[in-house]
Each structure stands twice: as C-alpha cells, then as structure tokens.
C-alpha cells in the first residue's frame, strides 16, 4: 500500500487486514510531519466501525477521533455536514475518521479533504446507493484502499463493480486462504451435515429439537447460529421451550439483531456489553453459549472463542464465507503456544482448536433448502480453502 496509490487487497478472514490497515496510518500519520491529514476508515455496520476504533486506537494515541454513523459512540459524533466540516476545521492535524457506507456520503458533503481512505469488507461498496461516495473518494483521495475476502466483479455496464480499474484499481495483495492455514494464522472449516427428523407440526418447537440435537450431537461449546430470519430467532425464544433447555444444559443464550437489539440470557442489554460478554466468554474455556443471528455478525465482526456455525438458511457465497470466518480464528492458547514455539505453527493437528466446524442441519431427503445449502457451502470452501483460490460474485445483469 505504501508503493500505491489505490488498490484491492483481498484477504480472508483472520489474514491481517485490520493490522495493514493500521500499520499504513501510522506510516502516512508519521510521513505527513504535522501536516493536517484526514483518514477515513468506511466499514458496513456500525458495530464493525466501533470495533475498528477500538482496534485502531490501541496503536494511535495522538489523533483526533470523529465516528459518522446513527450509532451511540463513546467519541464525538454526527452526520451533520457542518458539523462535520466545523469538526475537522477545529481538530488536530491527525484525524481518524470511521464511518459507515450508508454515511460515507456526508463526509462528502462536508466537503472534506480526505487524505487517506480504507474500505473495509469493499464489497459492499458497489452497491447502488454507496457507490457514488466511493468513487468521489477513490478520484480524490491520495491513498485509496479496498479490503475484502470476496470481490464482487460486474460483467454488465449498468452496474458498478471491483473490475472498474479507474475505481478500485487493481489487486496489490492476494493471500490464498492455504497459506493462511500452514502459516499458523487461521485453521481450516470443516462441513458436516446433520440429518434430522421432521416429528413436531410446531414449526418452533421443531427448529428447537433440530438446533439441540445439533448441538450435542456435534459437541458444540461456543457457537453461531445463522438463522433463516429474525420471526425465527423470536419464536425460538419465545415460543419454544429452546432457552431452558439450554439453561438446564449448562449454557448462556445470546441474541442480537436489527430489530430486538441485544439480549443475554432474556436481558436486554447494550451492544458494547454484549460484545465485551461474548469475546470474555469466547477466551472462557469452559463457558458454553450459542449465538442467534440473522446478518448482524456475518462481517467482519471478530468474535473470539467460536469453533462451530450452524446454518439455519440458504446464502449467497459472501454470506457463506463471512460467516463460515467468524470461526476459524485460533484458539487464544494455541496461539500462545505457537508464538513461544511449543506448537509448531500449521500443525493444526495438534490445536486444541483444529478446525472450524461447519453444520448444516438437513431434515430428511426432501429438504431442498437444506440440500442446496450444504452444496453451496462445500463448493465455497473447496474453491477458497483446497484450491487457493478467491470465490468471487459476478454481477450479471
């Protein structure tokens, strides 16, 4: 990124992306010698730009901080263009700046001069409504970068996409998800497809029966649940007898979507709590919990201590991937273990983690959904984690 002006730099998860990103501020903060720099950091969700300043400002300790988004944020915030335009006029000469696709556009209309700008998981930056702002900061901004572990390529006209070299100019880094694995990085998915009987008319009280004799079946201690909609999600909850069992089976019960927030064990609870539980939990090694969720946690969002997701619906290869890479961070002892060399890094035999689990409930022979699942993920996984090689999406009309 130093030796470009813009570029793709696509990574899977858990390849380091967040660390580049930040290794390349503190170079362009200490090359500008005082000089005013704004550096925009653009992610899909809020929580993912809060997690990044939290990431962020464990390394850079003299910027002035700015948070774009509706969001509740320990730092000032606003999506108001004067405010932000006033903010920036009055602030130190380094300014951080994370944001948001949805309110990138109001960095824009501030009219400020952004420096240096990183879109983190850049996908989503061809979408309709977001793809005006990246390509006036692409045009504008003297560092421009895009970080993704899946690119989205259009081969139509009428649509924007990561192949529009003026935009997204192309690929300076590629890291095959192989090399990740013998590196010591991340360790590999592993699919497993569970078949399951259809005994109950209830359609909660089945997904309940389902959910469970996946868990146990599979020995799962610290999962996601990747549920087909929040109406499931809440008649699990509420309609199911699935929370007590649970509770008698020695395990907590997280939720969190769009519409019902934050939830621990039937508490309603702040985002910035339940991700402070989760990841307390996740090093925790013998805590048991599940998390329900619809897309919330699927991007980027890193959660420690998953070592299962279990697929509750069908997805697009994006959705897949993201998901599938919430669990295959390392263990925190194996890493340890490896950085004092007491396990051989890519040994992943010999982790305590060794592998991501990767479940795919099926409810007999004739449960297409479940079916067309399993096949979608096993062909995502081979092409990224056995041939090496980038799962793309083609735009094609």
């Excluded at 977001?130 to 009428?158: D, E, G, L």
């Amino acid at each position: 990124m130093l030796t470009n002006r813009k570029g793709m730099v696509i990574v899977p998860t858990g390849g380091g992306k967040t660390l580049s990103m930040i290794t390349h501020v503190k170079n362009i903060f200490a090359s500008n010698d005082g000089a005013k720099t704004i550096v925009v950091v653009v992610s899909p969700r809020i929580l993912l730009a809060q997690q990044l300043s939290s990431e962020f400002l464990e390394q850079i300790d003299d910027a002035a901080v700015l948070h774009v988004h509706s969001g509740d944020t320990e730092h000032f915030s606003s999506t108001k263009p004067n405010i932000i335009h006033n903010w920036s006029a009055q602030a130190y000469s380094k300014q951080l700046i994370f944001t948001t696709y949805h309110s990138l556009h109001r960095i824009q209309e501030a009219g400020l001069n952004v420096h240096t700008i990183h879109f983190d998981e850049s996908h989503n930056s061809v979408k309709k409504n977001f793809f005006p702002a990246t390509k006036h900061f692409s045009t504008n901004a003297n560092f421009c970068f895009f970080h993704t572990a899946t690119p989205v390529y259009s081969a139509t006209n009428n649509k924007p996409g990561m192949n529009d070299e003026q935009v997204y100019g192309q690929v300076i880094c590629n890291v095959p998800a192989p090399e990740l694995v013998s590196g010591g990085f991340i360790v590999p998915p592993k699919v497993s497809v569970k078949r399951l009987e259809i005994n109950s008319s209830n359609v909660f009280e089945r997904d309940c029966k389902h959910l469970l004799e996946t868990i146990e079946g599979e020995c799962i201690y610290k999962g996601l649940i990747c549920s087909k909609s929040t109406k499931q999600i809440v008649g699990l909850m509420s309609k199911s007898s699935f929370s007590q069992e649970m509770q008698e089976r020695g395990y907590s019960v997280l939720v969190i979507t769009s519409k019902t927030g934050a939830m621990i064990d039937g508490k309603k609870v702040k985002r910035e709590v339940f991700f402070d539980t989760l990841n307390a939990w996740g090093k925790d090694n013998d805590k048991k919990f599940v998390v329900l969720h619809h897309s919330i946690i699927s991007e980027g969002i890193s959660v420690s201590g998953l070592e299962a997701v279990v697929f509750m619906r069908n997805m697009n290869y994006i959705g897949l991937l993201q998901s599938v890479g919430r669990t295959l961070r390392l263990h925190h002892e194996d890493a340890a273990d490896m950085k004092s060399g007491a396990i051989p890094a890519g040994q992943y035999q010999l982790y305590r983690k060794s592998f991501g689990k990767v479940i795919i409930p099926v409810s007999g022979d004739s449960d297409k959904v479940g079916i067309a699942t399993a096949k979608k993920v096993q062909k995502a996984l081979d092409v990224v984690f056995e041939q090496g090689e980038v799962c793309e999406t083609i735009i094609k009309r």
